[in-house]
Nanobody, 121 residues
């Protein structure tokens, strides 16, 4: 079964940095876009950054200039380098991918279980 395995979350002081990693494992034949979303309790999940298979990127306005998304297609891994972290970045971060997991179907959304990022003031 296709799975996204996240790592890198934790506690960091404001102004610090964290690097999130997400590796796609299991039965995956192809991946189009990969990205990161975040969610705070009581709020809707929001896009943080997405990178396509062509390396085109999209960032939320709130993280532009501070976060950088990248991917290693050979390893089916996406990274999120987070610099100049702010308390408002505190959230559960979820990895997302559009992937072909069976040959009889097209791309579908798969999600990681989330990793908590806490930024202290």
């Amino acid at each position: 079964q296709a799975q996204l395995v996240e790592s890198g979350g934790g506690l960091v002081q404001a102004g610090g940095s964290l690097r999130l990693s997400c590796a796609a494992t299991g039965t995956i034949f192809a991946i189009n876009a990969m990205g990161w979303y975040r969610q705070v309790s009581g709020k809707q999940r929001e896009l943080v950054a997405v990178v396509t298979d062509g390396a085109s990127t999209v960032y939320a306005d709130s993280v532009k200039g501070r976060f950088t998304i990248s991917r290693d297609n050979r390893k089916n891994t996406v990274y999120l380098q987070m610099n100049s972290l702010k308390p408002e970045d505190t959230a559960v971060y979820y990895c997302n991918a559009k992937a072909i997991t069976t040959l009889s179907h097209g791309y579908r959304e798969i999600w990681g279980s989330g990793t908590l990022v806490t930024v202290s003031s």
